[in-house]
């Protein structure tokens, strides 16, 4: 499509291949896993964990209920050329505000088990209130050069995006010109965000692990344990999926890796983390069980 075209106003969705019954599959597993990462974050419990929560609601809310409306409707989604460029900026924005935030709980998690006496010193509330700023305004500055520089391309190769979303790997793969070099900066600065927010995480867990094994009892190393096992977990499925999708020279990557590494970004790892950071929440359990008696109640009429 548009081969004889310079330019593209607007781009098509391919969404996800298959019948119409492995469809309403999707949309039926998807809309769960969505719901579930709603009400799961609607509870946190401090301070850091409810921007967290917020960040992890906007970020699928952004890409998740096009997907879902995919899913529901026949053929290719249109999409503007605006509307891509502000979906890919919101999505790319928050995921870097995400990832420096957990750098920070990092050390929080760290401060907590190394410097218990002086953890209320340290981070104070108005030192967490800059750490959260500095998150969210950096991580939306960052982000205007990438998305700047992936639409100042010239699309004229296609305008169909074999894609859910508005991925960046499969626009440049729609443009005529030689993106080797943007590609390469693209990738650099991806690094750049995902290492630097990992080696304040590395360091920290380094630390805190040194200081529980010179716990003497056994109590003591399970509970100090207990207070940062929920973040790591967190943070080894999230730098992991990542690296994955973004630490790689080669944008262009085949579709089917793309939408295997997205979802687990953008539907997976929101529905597992409820689980992970507010299982023992009572607000989150007793909603959780709500809505599974709605469900049952639904099925049974």
């Known amino acids: 499509m548009l081969e004889n075209y ?44 409810g921007h967290l ?52 709980m990092a050390v929080d998690r760290y401060v907590a088990v190394c410097n218990p006496l002086r953890y209320t010193i340290i981070m104070n509330s108005h030192t967490c209130l800059w750490v959260v700023i500095v998150s969210w305004v950096f991580g939306f500055l ?52 995902i290492v630097g927010s990992m080696i304040p995480t590395i360091v920290s867990y380094t630390c805190i692990v040194s200081t529980i094994l010179k716990i003497p009892s056994g109590s003591g190393r399970r509970k100090a344990f207990s207070t940062c096992a929920s973040h790591f977990t967190f943070v080894v499925i999230g730098y992991g ?12 990557q085949a579709a089917e890796y793309n939408r295997v590494a997205s979802l687990m970004v953008l539907v997976v790892n ?16 007793e909603a959780f069980r709500n809505v599974m008696k709605r469900c049952y109640q639904l099925l049974k009429d």
């Not at 080797?180 to 991806?190: D, H, S």
């Not at 929101?270 to 359990?285: A, S, V, Y």
Request: charged share 10%; net charge negative.
């Open 6 to 49: 310079s330019s593209v106003t607007e781009f098509y969705l391919l969404g996800f291949p298959g019948s119409k019954e492995l469809h309403n599959i999707l949309f039926a597993t998807f809309f769960f896993f969505y719901s579930v990462t709603l009400i799961g974050n609607m509870s946190p419990m401090y301070f850091f964990l």
């Open 53 to 104: 929560s917020v960040l992890e609601i906007l970020t699928t809310s952004v890409a998740v209920p096009l997907m879902l409306w995919g899913l529901l409707l026949p053929g290719m989604q249109a999409v503007s050329l605006s509307a891509c460029c502000v979906q890919l900026y919101l999505y790319l924005s928050l995921g870097t505000s995400e990832l420096l935030l957990i750098g920070a």
């Open 142 to 193: 960052f982000e205007i050069w990438p998305v700047y520089a992936t639409f100042h391309l010239h699309f004229c190769k296609s305008n169909v995006l074999d894609h859910f979303y508005c991925d960046r790997g499969q626009l440049l793969k729609l443009s005529c010109d030689n993106s080797l070099f943007t590609e390469f900066i693209l990738f650099l600065m991806a690094v750049f965000i």
């Open 241 to 252: 999926s990542c690296l994955f999708l973004y630490v790689k020279p080669k944008q262009t």
């Open 270 to 285: 929101p529905f597992l983390n409820p689980f992970i950071f507010t299982l023992r929440n009572d607000k989150f359990i």
